[in-house]
């Protein structure tokens, strides 16, 4: 079954010059302390702790292994409460990633360079669980948490491939709440109003009894859009989660959750359109729905004080359903005799999954760590393409009709071994996957006397890595790494549905590595920071030349990183007290180049020479908080082709957000999303640009008990 093995290590023997003798050894956080802060054992709903957390990841935590890996946090209680999934807020401290923004609430989130649509080159993980559709076949993150219910994102850069996936993107980790411990009953509830009849709540109750934790919530969020029409959106989605403490010290978690999503598509513009001030929309009837459904069922235990144990089983329903109207080209209404009709898409993923995980201290001192773990992953993916007879059809005759299965069992292993200040952690993945795809109905194959398409592949790929840290002095170190990750063919380009499309018979992953070295310290009550030099390497991407799917070459993305945050309060004063004013920047310096293929010499989509993101957040204990932040991002092209209708100009973005304690159990909540009213576009689609929103308002209030 297992067919082809590859991907050496003989990348590795590539300048280790760029990083090796670089590290952090930060001290093993204790099994106990590990649980717990994976827990997060007072609930999000509580604003008394006001906790900020280390803006990376501690060398171990749990049955992770950080050391010698360059990983950002994204604390949320150092922000005001983040309205409407607002990633621009969300992101704000965290270099590295590009938001291309939209309409809907879908995310899109690029990774130095590479294409940001729906996040498909992250790993996206809620509490350590894949969320993509598919991990392979169809990576797209059509679902995210709402943020609040989420304690902090933990992001792991190009060394994520060996614990979580292939991606080359590295992994994007949401953390959410667990029950609090100090209440048998806690109920919150928040309210928001805005522009563009903007409605959203949120209401949670958590608390303990006896051995039994709960926390369950309900997110609704709508707004009709800043579109002319058709940019409207209705979102649902309410979970429970359930942790049970056994008498073995072990813990029992259940987490069952619904969401449902419907957003209108408005089409692009064009450049015209844009400039002149024209957001009318383009397509009146295009519509996207969202289903999923799923339960995970997760146990964890600490066997010994040196040791820690998780396994979680978990299922996903997952349905993406579109309509979209024939005809039209970039930024036009469509037109022509194949506007009459419709194009109705509904795929499928019936997703199950493993995943066990140990981690166990060893050597005289039990100063060394060793980290393993396997995954066992299927799923289960029917797609559907219908042709409507009307533009607003939501059924039709049957054109397309395939059948997707995706087997996938990596098994991974890392070992930190803790020299004094100096530690060295190689890590090795062996990814066994099989992808099948089957054509049964095409009617233009069919038509056109061709044979319906079928591929099946088994494939097992070696992936390695090295991290290295050194403390320097306490709370400073240097780091480096370098690991490999790969991308395969997904579906489409597995098997297209075109009767002219030709796949390259060499068709091959595309095959990643990353180097990294960098430099983090926490030297003083008021300075943190972390920067970086990384070099990317991506060979072998998959990709479309006239009619045919090959691998259409390599590109080199190459860089810095730089993150700081100054208490400009304890600065000045000497001293740490509960009123702070912190000013914070990052900022990713970016050249990226395809240097192989047909595109070489063009800029890959999405790389922005610059990425700088800064502002002020002044807190006053937990009364109130506010946060003056500005994003700024050089112009790039939305294509790897460079085309001047995919250009995307630079762009300035302020938002101003705010959280206020009025009463112990009552916070009010603003923002100011877009201060400044700047016109900007940061996303462009074969339809057109897809504008993004004006300057916009809300309020609200949370009321907790």
């Keep these: ?41 007072v609930s999000a709903e509580s604003e008394s702790d006001g906790i900020v957390q280390d803006p990376w990841l501690p060398s171990v ?38 938001l291309s923004e939209e309409s809907s609430p879908l995310v899109s989130i690029g990774y130095r360079g590479l294409n940001p649509h729906r996040a498909q080159f992250t790993q996206m993980l809620r509490d350590g669980i894949p969320i993509h559709a598919d991990q392979f076949g169809y990576p797209e993150a059509y679902f995210t948490p709402p943020l609040e219910t989420v304690d902090r994102l933990e992001f792991v850069h190009g060394g994520a491939a060996l614990q979580y996936g292939p991606q080359p993107g590295g992994a994007l980790n949401y953390i959410t709440h667990r029950p609090r411990t100090d209440e048998e009953f806690s109920l919150r509830s928040q309210h928001i109003i805005g522009d563009y009849d903007l409605y959203a709540t949120f209401t949670s109750a958590d608390g303990t009894v006896g051995k039994l934790g709960y926390y369950t919530y309900f997110n609704h969020r709508q707004s009709d859009g800043f579109r002319s029409a058709n940019s409207d959106y209705d979102l649902n989605n309410g979970a429970v989660k359930l942790l049970y403490s056994m008498d073995n010290g072990g813990q029992l978690i259940l987490s069952l959750d619904t969401y449902e999503e419907t957003h209108g598509e408005p089409g692009g513009l064009t450049r015209e359109d844009f400039w002149a001030g024209n957001r009318q929309a383009t397509r009146l009837f295009d519509t996207m729905t969202i289903e999923r459904d799923s339960a995970t069922l997760t146990y964890e235990i600490e066997p010994t004080p040196d040791s820690f144990f998780t396994t979680s089983l978990w299922w996903t329903d997952y349905t993406r359903y579109s309509a ?8 036009t209404l469509p037109s022509g005799p194949t506007s009459t009709t419709n194009t109705i898409e509904n795929q499928e993923f019936q997703n199950f999954g493993l995943d066990a995980r140990y981690r166990l201290n060893w050597g005289a001192e039990k100063q060394h760590t060793l980290s393993s773990g396997v995954q066992f992953y299927t799923s289960d993916s029917p797609r559907e393409d219908r042709r409507g007879n009307t533009p607003d059809a939501s059924n039709g005759t049957l054109r397309n009709k395939s059948q997707r299965d995706v087997f996938y069992a990596p098994v991974f292993v890392e070992n930190r071994f803790q020299l004094g200040k100096f530690s060295m952690t190689p ?13 049964l109905v095409n009617v233009d194959k069919t038509t056109d006397g061709k044979p319906l398409g079928e591929k099946d592949q ?61 430099y983090r310290s926490r030297p003083t009550d008021w300075l943190s920071l972390d920067t970086s030099v990384f ?59 395809f240097t192989e293929g047909p595109r070489e010499g063009n800029t890959p989509q999405y790389a922005a020479d610059s990425i700088i993101r800064s502002g002020l957040t002044y807190r006053q204990g937990t009364k109130a908080i506010l946060t003056l932040a500005a994003t700024w991002v050089d112009d790039h092209y939305a294509d790897d082709a460079n085309t001047a209708s995919f250009a995307v100009p630079s762009y300035a973005v302020w938002d101003l ?39 916009n308002v809300y309020v609200g209030a949370s009321v907790e008990f």
């Design 427 to 439: 890590g090795l993945r062996i990814e066994n996957f099989n992808q099948e795809v089957r054509e």
């Design 324 to 331: 979209r109207q024939r005809g039209g080209g970039f930024g």
């Design 61 to 98: 935590i749990g049955t992770s292994i950080y050391s010698g890996k360059k990983t950002n946090v994204i604390d949320f209680d150092n922000l005001p409460k983040v309205v409407g999934n607002n990633y621009r807020q969300a992101l704000s401290q965290t270099p590295s990633l590009l």
């Design 657 to 695: 957000t705010a959280e206020y304690q009025v009463r112990e159990n009552l916070r009010l909540l603003a923002g100011v999303n877009n201060l400044f009213d700047a016109d900007y576009f940061t996303r462009v689609r074969g339809d057109g640009i897809d504008p993004s929103m004006a300057r």
């Design 535 to 593: 070099l990317m390497q991506f060979e072998d991407q998959i990709g479309t030349v006239g009619n045919s799917i090959e691998n259409v070459g390599n590109s080199s993305h190459k860089g810095i990183d730089v993150s700081a945050t100054v208490g400009l309060l304890t600065l000045a004063t000497g001293a740490k007290t509960a009123t702070t004013l912190d000013w914070f920047i990052n900022a990713t310096f970016l050249d990226a180049e």
């Design 458 to 518: 088994s494939d097992t790929i070696l992936l390695g890595g090295l991290g290295l840290e050194y403390e320097t002095t306490p709370g400073s170190a240097i780091y480096a790494n370098v690991s490999q990750s790969y991308r395969p063919a997904i579906f489409i380009e597995a098997v297209p549905t075109g009767p002219n499309a030709l796949i390259n018979n060499d068709l091959e992953e595309g095959k990643a590595i990353e180097y990294e070295v960098g």
């Design 1 to 41: 079954m297992l067919q082809s093995l590859r991907f050496s290590l003989r990348p590795f023997c590539i300048p280790l010059s760029f990083g090796v003798s670089l590290l952090q050894a930060q001290e093993t956080i204790a099994p106990r302390e590990a649980t717990e802060l994976n827990a997060v054992v």
